[in-house]
């Protein structure tokens, strides 16, 4: 009897980790769809964080780190144009940091 009791104990703690992955992934989304691309690496993060072996989970973190980086990068380039630029090497200096291994962000920096 022990024995059943623990697994359906395990079953159910699963059962309430996936709800959390889910509940984060649907954020994530609804991020991702607003253009909230910052709060979507956030909620992503946090469901990798509970399911680290959920490949959807790493690929939507992968793609909104991506987005993040061109939106701040393309933020970068206005305050560039504008002659802020504090506000555009603050911008290019994230877009770096989401999207490391970019050309065009090294050239500009």
Do not use: W
């Not at 970068?76 to 989401?98: H, I, K, P, S, T």
């Amino acid at each position: 009897m022990a024995n059943l009791t623990s697994k359906l104990l395990l079953l159910a703690l699963a059962a309430t980790m996936a709800g959390c992955a889910s509940a984060a992934m649907r954020a994530g989304e609804q991020a991702d769809i607003a253009r909230d691309y910052d709060r979507a690496i956030v909620e992503y993060t946090k469901a990798v964080r509970e399911n680290p072996d959920d490949r959807a989970a790493k690929q939507a973190l992968d793609n909104a780190k991506i987005r993040a980086s061109l939106d701040h990068f393309a933020r970068g380039r206005r305050y560039e144009n504008a002659g802020r630029l504090d506000d555009a090497l603050m911008e290019v200096q994230l877009a770096n940091e989401l999207n490391p291994g970019s050309a065009d962000i090294e050239q500009i920096l």
